[in-house]
């Protein structure tokens, strides 16, 4: 995956070159995360708000300054180390990352960090600040006054989201940021190719054989498939199997002995033979012509520790499914898959729950799909929490962008199957095959998409 960074000095993005590494230095994290917040400074001075007119917040003064802004009511985009000095009676919008501390809370950006207080309470919520969720290390574009030595916010959003076609108009010149990107000049005639193309992307996740019925279920449902041909051509079928493949949480055990780590090893690898078993009895053309995708889910074993993005399983650990199916990726988790021109992510995690748990705000409603896709889409981020709560290696953080949003995000959840259109991207979770039954099927050719259960 590239790692496309926001360079002031030009300005623009730019490609970085240097090797990837889990283990980094401070200012490399730093250095991340100065870039998620420069990513999404440059998509809000695009937004209508922050257009560039001439406009002056010191007319009463009769000194003006020009300034960046759109119309009269709308104050300029500042940066948090210009607010010193500023008078009290001024209202200032800046952007920065909400950062929950011992001492409360702090506002940073690129420049510094300031204290911020809250001057709205809940129950002035619906006016003071946008839907969403107001996690820990959330970026938000906050409205308030500066007095001593602290930002009092009187209201606050989410820098607001562009569709994947106004952000690659903005570029000056094409940069590749979801990676494999199809030559420029060949992009006409891959569209062409891509709108006949009878491709099928099949997802389901959760597939716990330790649970009863999951294997039937499964068995179901391949047999569906094979027996459709027309709507399931085999050497044009994509199936990606996300965990978790365990019913529990894969432990490590002790270190005084290897035998419970034994037990837990042979429990997994017998979890997913089983799952290369039933696809090899009953998938027919599929089992030898269809490509199998397998995405590690967060109770399943994992190599790298907790952080993000889960690295592949070992190859050892699926040499008895790739005996049974021939054509066998291990992914990371989250994954990217390129078909033609569309970009998909697909991301197993329970993100609802992580990010409620590390809520700064009280959400204005009922936290819903298009309360969670919001987040993520504004935020430019599959999981935006603080390094401890989501590490991340900042050489891999471009894992987790989704920057420019791509065609398709999968966000596969514990919680009930939904799909939901937001800025023309596509974002769906398929829910938990072993406990519903349901699964995902997407015609890249046409974005066509359906949620569909298999009974026991």
Known sequence: IPVVRWDDTVPGFTACVEGKKVLDKPSERVAALNSRYQTLRQRLLR??????THHSIY?????PAKIDSDADDHPPLYRLASLEGTPPHVSMTVLGRLVKEEDGLVLEDDTTAVKI???????????????????????VVAIGRWESDTF?????????????????AALPTFIDFFGLSPPQNQIASIRSREVKSPHIIVTISGV???RAGTLQRLSNLVKGIASDPGSFPPEHLTVVIAGSFLSTPFTYGDTLSSEPLVREKERFLRAVNQIGDVIAAVGGGI???????????PDDPGVGGRGYPVFPFPEFMFEGVKKKIPNVELASNPARLRFLTKEIVIFREDIYSKLLSHCLLPPLQEPTDV?????????????????????????FDAAMHLYPLP?????????????????????????????????LTYRPADGAHQINAVPV
């Open 208 to 210: 716990q054989p330790e």
């Open 371 to 395: 309360t969670l896709i919001k987040t993520l889409a504004d935020q430019a981020h599959l999981l935006p929490l603080p390094p401890r709560f989501a590490p991340i290696p900042p050489a």
């Open 47 to 52: 937004s209508v708000n922050f257009k560039k």
């Open 287 to 297: 089992a030898k012509k269809s490509k199998f995708i397998f995405v590690p889910g």
């Open 117 to 139: 207080t809250l001057e709205f309470t809940v129950a002035d919520n619906e006016a003071a600040y946008t839907p969403g969720i107001f996690h820990d290390g959330v970026m």
């Open 59 to 63: 007319k009463d003064q009769g000194t």
């Open 407 to 439: 065609s398709l995000v999968v966000l596969i959840d514990r919680d009930k199957p939904w799909a939901s259109t937001y800025k023309d991207c596509l974002f769906v979770n398929p829910g938990s095959f072993s406990r519903t039954g349901s699964f």
């Open 152 to 168: 009092k916010c009187e209201g606050m959003g989410f820098p607001p989201a562009e569709s994947r076609v106004e952000s690659i």
